[in-house]
């Protein structure tokens, strides 16, 4: 099994039931386990389009099979699952997951960038990763 670290976010509906039903589907996959969870984190949107809402953003430490293309597919299908949709760069979302690193791998391909391209400059996402390092 790999250890990979997981970015969350939101900033529509009910945030912390949200981020709730993320944890326990992605706990649900199938050779998938959450190891750690760090707490919400409450940040002011980076970007995107005006009056929107704080997001509520977390990260989770697990321990998956899947490879790093498949592992992206499922949290896309959790992601659709919960009711995301297409919208305006850096918009609005129910939820948002992504793949901050898997294992000691670096991917750069069209679909994929690990670790997550703007990691590092984003305290929404370096402040919860901290948490499950």
Request: aromatic share 10%; hydrophobic share 40%; proline share 5%.
């Amino acid at each position: 099994m790999v250890i990979c670290y997981i970015g969350v976010g939101t900033n529509l509906g009910n945030r912390r039931k949200n981020i709730g039903l993320a944890f326990k589907k992605i706990n649900a996959l199938k050779n998938t386990r959450i190891i750690k969870e760090s707490r919400f984190f409450d940040f002011p949107p980076a970007g995107g389009p005006a009056g929107q809402r704080n997001y509520l953003n977390a990260a989770i430490k697990i321990k998956t099979n899947f490879s790093p293309i498949n592992l992206l597919r499922k949290l896309k299908a959790i992601e659709k699952e919960l009711g995301r949709a297409k919208s305006a760069r850096f918009g609005p979302r129910v939820i948002d997951l992504d793949i901050l690193f898997y294992g000691d791998r670096s991917i750069r391909t069209k679909t994929l960038t690990i670790p997550h391209a703007r990691l590092f400059s984003r305290d929404f996402v370096i402040e919860p990763l901290k948490e499950v390092l």
